[in-house]
């Protein structure tokens, strides 16, 4: 099974940027599909951003899209998700999410955070005005 641990998380101002990174171990990173999610106290997990196994395409929810850019190296075991013009609203905590599966099935599976089996332990993102 593969192991994850995120890093890159901080305070910036409004406009700003990050580059958030997800480690991988104990399983080559390409196989899965691999997910940025966030969460904000009181409030379920929503998906920001997912990479496919294989060929990775990748997909955006409309609140980031043309901001967050999510990208794999797959040489470093490394899934990144860049973060442009950041807003308040972006503040959460981001959680780096894999499976096997959860992007090969329905559509909206992908964004389904019960469809993800492994999952890091989460990094604070904190934008401010």
């Known amino acids: 099974d593969v192991q994850l641990v995120e890093s890159g998380g901080g305070s910036v101002q409004v406009g700003g940027s990050l580059r958030l990174s997800c480690v991988a171990s104990?399983?080559?990173?390409?196989?899965?599909?691999m997910g940025w999610f966030r969460q904000i106290p009181d409030k379920e997990r929503e998906g920001v951003a997912g990479i496919y196994s294989g060929g990775g395409s990748q997909y955006y929810a409309d609140s980031v899209k043309g901001r967050f850019t999510i990208s794999r190296d797959s040489a470093k075991q490394s899934v990144y998700l860049q973060m442009n013009s950041l807003r308040p609203e972006d503040t959460a905590v981001y959680y780096c999410a894999a499976d096997r599966f959860a992007c090969l099935k329905e559509p909206g599976s992908r964004w389904d955070q019960d469809e993800y089996h492994h999952w890091g332990q989460g990094t604070q993102v904190t934008v401010s005005s």
């Open positions: 104990g399983d080559t990173v390409g196989r899965y599909c």
